[in-house]
């Protein structure tokens, strides 16, 4: 799964751990999502999803 946490999160201007504090996980968990080493649970996604104000579907897309 193909994400875009990199650039919502640089546009804000913060790190890793800036955001992986904000959703309450370690900033490895972050790291392995932003290389797509891990997909994120639903309930983590949906958190990601209100914490950026996007639809899941513009934040997480299916590789192809």
């Known amino acids: 799964m193909k994400d875009i946490l990199p650039?919502?999160?640089?546009?804000r201007g913060w790190t890793q751990?800036?955001?992986?504090?904000?959703?309450?996980?370690?900033?490895?968990?972050?790291?392995?999502?932003?290389?797509?080493?891990?997909?994120?649970?639903?309930?983590?996604a949906v958190a990601i999803s209100r914490l950026f104000q996007m639809p899941l579907e513009e934040i997480f897309r299916p590789n192809r």
């Open 17 to 44: 751990a800036d955001l992986a504090a904000r959703l309450k996980v370690s900033r490895q968990t972050v790291n392995a999502v932003e290389t797509e080493r891990y997909e994120p649970s639903l309930s983590w």
């Open 7 to 11: 650039e919502l999160r640089a546009a």
